[in-house]
Nanobody, 123 residues
Framework: QVHLVESGGGLVQAGDSLRLSCTASGRTLGDFGVGWFRQAPGKEREFVTAISWNTGATLQTNSVKGRFTVSRDNAENTVYLQMNSLKPEDTAVYYC????????????????WGQGTQVTVSA
């Protein structure tokens, strides 16, 4: 069992930065992939980025390339999402999720989820 807790959300202005954290407990992540998803009001949950715990390989959606960076700290069992040049359209609840195996963008294939953290970007 993997327990995930996100933190770091908040209210910022367009152009600002935020760093979200996702800390895992219950077991080491080993061969897991950890993904970040977001859900805006009235919209479906969408994939943002993911990282392989073992290799550090990443997967990212085009809309955040060049602005968002995912990284991991093995010692802290934590995955980070550094978000720069934030835009109002980035406003959403951000979730981290984990799955054993390959990096995937389909949220239905992730087994463990955090509770989410709100990110609000004002114009």
């Amino acid at each position: 069992q993997v327990h995930l807790v996100e933190s770091g959300g908040g209210l910022v202005q367009a152009g600002d930065s935020l760093r979200l954290s996702c800390t895992a407990s219950g077991r080491t992540l080993g061969d897991f992939g950890v993904g970040w998803f977001r859900q805006a009001p009235g919209k479906e949950r969408e994939f943002v980025t993911a990282i392989s715990w073992n290799t550090g390989a990443t997967l990212q959606t085009n809309s955040v390339k060049g602005r968002f960076t995912v990284s991991r700290d093995n010692a802290e069992n934590t995955v980070y999402l550094q978000m720069n040049s934030l835009k109002p359209e980035d406003t959403a609840v951000y979730y981290c999720a984990a799955r054993s195996g390959a990096l995937l963008s389909d949220s239905r294939l992730y087994h463990y989820w955090g509770q989410g953290t709100q990110v609000t970007v004002s114009a």
